[in-house]
């Protein structure tokens, strides 16, 4: 796994308090990283959704007679 390493300065007493609360810093921020690409990515297909055309009525039960009548 490659890493990278973030440097940052709190307040004194910051690290400690997060170490009381049972927060991993490294966890914590690599979670919030995560969540904040998997927003985006529901984001873009919130979009792509809004952008797309309707299928044509009765397209979804042909498709799945036709699903239904092939042998697998």
């Known amino acids: 796994m490659d890493t990278e390493v ?3 300065r709190v307040r004194r007493g910051t690290t400690r ?3 009381k609360a049972g927060i991993n810093p490294k966890e914590y921020i690599e979670n919030i990283a995560w969540k ?3 927003k985006k990515v ?3 297909l ?3 959704i809004k ?3 309707p299928s044509k009525a009765g397209f979804a ?6 699903d239904r009548d092939e042998d697998h």
């Open 42 to 44: 529901l984001l873009e």
């Open 36 to 38: 904040a690409n998997a």
């Open 17 to 19: 308090q997060l170490k």
């Open 46 to 48: 919130k979009e792509l």
């Open 6 to 8: 973030i440097s940052i």
């Open 61 to 66: 039960v042909k498709s799945i007679r036709e």
């Open 51 to 53: 952008t797309s055309k």
